[in-house]
């Protein structure tokens, strides 16, 4: 997929741990969480993994950011316990999560400086999921919503989403690129609606957005960091 760079395609792109961190912040929280919680017969993996069942099941019917969070760690506290939470352990939850309201937008390197010279190229676009009010929070604080020419704040990104984009837009899926962290939300929707992809791994990606990609689709560009877009777009 290397070589000429692209001209006058359209380019979409993801938010949280795509352009700026955001799960890290939720992964602190989660450790300190695990800390706090102690069980008698279960350790930190047990419990985790009861954790992001209750995550998964709480994002198909709430949606996602830090109130849902806020509400797993409660749920996951109750069904350790078998009881429901004092005020005082429901306060002592949400003071471990303080840091996620306190959290100051932090640009991935490279992102401004980046998506600078693309929009001279480029149909730039932004697609986000989540809590509306959070979402446009850190949208507004970043400091990068004039660089595109619509963005988007959706309760999920899946097939559905990607295909609406287009029409929304009037652009063909076949030169659009969805640029992302997430297997799950980013790259295989995006494919599944026809466009192409550009995966930019994360380390700090949410457990629950993880998925296998073929690192044999030929329109699924695999990246180091995000400032590689400018060797191709």
């Given at each position: 997929m290397a070589g000429a760079r692209r001209r006058g395609e359209v380019l979409i792109f993801d938010a949280d741990d795509t352009l700026w961190e955001n799960n890290v912040v939720f992964e602190r929280v989660i450790e300190d969480f695990?800390?706090?919680?102690?069980?008698p017969t279960l350790d930190r993996a047990e419990i985790?993994?009861?954790l992001d069942d209750i995550e998964r099941a709480n994002a198909i019917v709430h949606g996602y950011g830090s109130r849902v969070f806020l509400r797993s760690l409660g749920e996951c506290f109750e069904r350790l316990q078998e009881r429901p939470a004092t005020a005082a352990e429901r306060r002592g939850i949400e003071?471990?999560?303080?840091?996620?309201?306190e959290h100051q937008v932090e640009l991935m390197?490279?992102?401004?400086?980046?998506l600078g010279e693309l929009v001279g190229r480029?149909?730039?676009?932004?697609?986000?999921?989540?809590?509306?009010?959070?979402?446009?929070?850190?949208?507004?604080?970043?400091?990068?919503l004039h660089h595109f020419r619509a963005a988007h704040i959706v309760p999920e990104k899946d097939v559905t989403t990607y295909r609406w984009l287009a029409n929304e837009h009037d652009f063909e899926p076949s030169r659009a690129w969805m640029v992302g962290n997430s297997p799950k939300s980013d790259?295989?929707?995006?494919?599944a609606a026809g466009m192409n992809a550009v995966y930019v791994p994360n380390e700090?990606?949410?457990?629950?957005?993880?998925?296998?990609?073929?690192?044999?689709?030929p329109a699924v560009l695999h990246l180091a960091a995000f400032p590689d877009l400018l060797h191709h777009f």
């Open positions: 695990l800390t706090w919680v102690e069980h985790r993994t009861i003071e471990l999560a303080v840091a996620l309201a390197p490279g992102v401004a400086e980046a480029h149909d730039l676009f932004l697609l986000t999921k989540g809590d509306r009010k959070e979402q446009q929070r850190k949208l507004d604080a970043s400091g990068l790259i295989l929707p995006a494919r700090n990606t949410w457990v629950l957005e993880h998925d296998a990609l073929d690192r044999n689709d």
